[in-house]
């Protein structure tokens, strides 16, 4: 079975533009959740979807937005982007919620100059 | 509000020794998971183990070995014999158990493990 796929794999924008990242979750689970990781730091939670709701939001400004569709893929969209924004964004999967082992994608790197 | 502890940030060993990664947690809930991911240089992170807080039970697989200890809020990993392919950076991480609410995993900023011949 496929595992989690996200694209694209790396992404280079300029200041104040905006970006869609996508994942697509493994096949029969319910929830993607979104993190950030910036380099040399564990992955910061951004976002959780379960059955197309939002279940979750972390500190992240209003500028980050995402969605999940009736297939269970997932879109994350940022807005307005800074050069803080650089950093590797990744998405996962899982049967439920995030208590169920979650099952990471490759990530999309993102460089924002 | 909760929190992953991993005070060491790089480990080197000689292949074939054994290494402990630490991990320590903070949580308010008497309900909880713990895990242990790890990344390679490629960046995906790869599941190797889930935990909850009822269980306290160690746990072996393989070279792996994982150490739960409740009272004092750690969850250490060991690597015996240790590899080559075994350098990455280890992530531990925590979820509170959230029933019909979004629980998010938190974890520590990573042990960068690098194993040599």
């Known amino acids: 079975d496929a595992g989690v796929t996200q694209s694209p794999t790396h992404l280079i924008k300029t200041r104040g533009q905006h970006v869609t990242l996508r994942c697509s979750p493994i096949?029969?689970?319910?929830?993607v959740s979104w993190y950030q990781q910036v380099l040399g730091q564990g992955p910061q939670f951004i976002f959780q979807y379960y059955e197309k709701e939002e279940r979750g939001r972390g500190n992240f400004p209003d500028r980050f937005s995402a969605r999940q569709f009736p297939n269970y893929s997932s879109e994350l969209n940022v807005n307005a982007l800074l050069l803080g924004d650089s950093a590797l964004y990744l998405c996962a999967s899982s049967l439920y919620d995030s208590t169920y082992e979650q099952y990471f994608g490759p990530g999309t790197r993102l460089t924002v100059t | 509000a909760q929190k992953v502890t991993q005070a060491q940030t790089e480990i080197s060993v000689v292949e074939k020794e054994d290494v402990t990664l630490d991990c320590v947690y903070e949580t308010r809930d008497t309900t909880y998971y713990l895990f242990w991911y790890k990344q390679p240089p490629s960046g995906e992170l790869v599941f190797l183990i889930r935990?909850?807080?009822?269980?306290?039970q160690n746990e072996i697989s393989g070279r792996y070995s994982w150490n739960f200890q409740k009272s004092t809020s750690s969850f250490n990993f060991t690597i015996t014999a240790s590899q080559v392919v075994d350098s990455a950076v280890y992530f531990c991480a925590l979820s509170e158990a959230y029933t019909g609410t979004a629980s998010k995993l938190t974890f520590g900023t990573g042990t960068r493990l690098q194993v040599t011949l």
């Open positions: 935990r909850n807080s009822f269980d306290e």
């Open positions: 096949s029969g689970h319910k929830s």
